[in-house]
């Protein structure tokens, strides 16, 4: 393997390091006004979104609403079963259970 690859990895993976670790060391060090601590709680969500909604919607990079769109369907099942359980781990196994479910019954009836 190239040793300039090793590098570029080794650079990149102190540099990320050290960039995670410079904003957990000033939050401790500043404090934040109220807003802007507010607004960072809905980080996570934002970021979970941003990645998630594409996949659900574009699955092949083109808009997809109807049931053939297993991703949607599970998609759907994760949100029912989040609003009604509230429990993070139960709506993860809904929507893989229904992903798996979609995609057998799908690949069956083909």
Not at 13 to 20: D, E, H, P, Y
């Amino acid at each position: 393997m190239n040793p300039g690859i090793w590098l570029v990895m080794i650079v990149g993976g102190a540099l990320t390091f050290a960039m995670r670790l410079s904003f957990i060391y000033l939050f401790g060090k500043f404090e934040f006004p109220p807003l802007v601590r507010r607004a960072l709680r809905y980080v996570p969500a934002a970021v979970l979104s941003a990645i998630v909604l594409p996949a659900m919607f574009l699955p092949g990079g083109v808009v997809d609403l109807s049931l053939a769109n297993y991703r949607l369907l599970a998609g759907l099942a994760a949100v029912v079963v989040a609003w009604r359980t509230k429990n993070t781990l139960l709506t993860i196994l809904a929507g893989m259970a229904v992903l798996i479910l979609a995609v057998w019954l799908g690949g069956m009836m083909r």
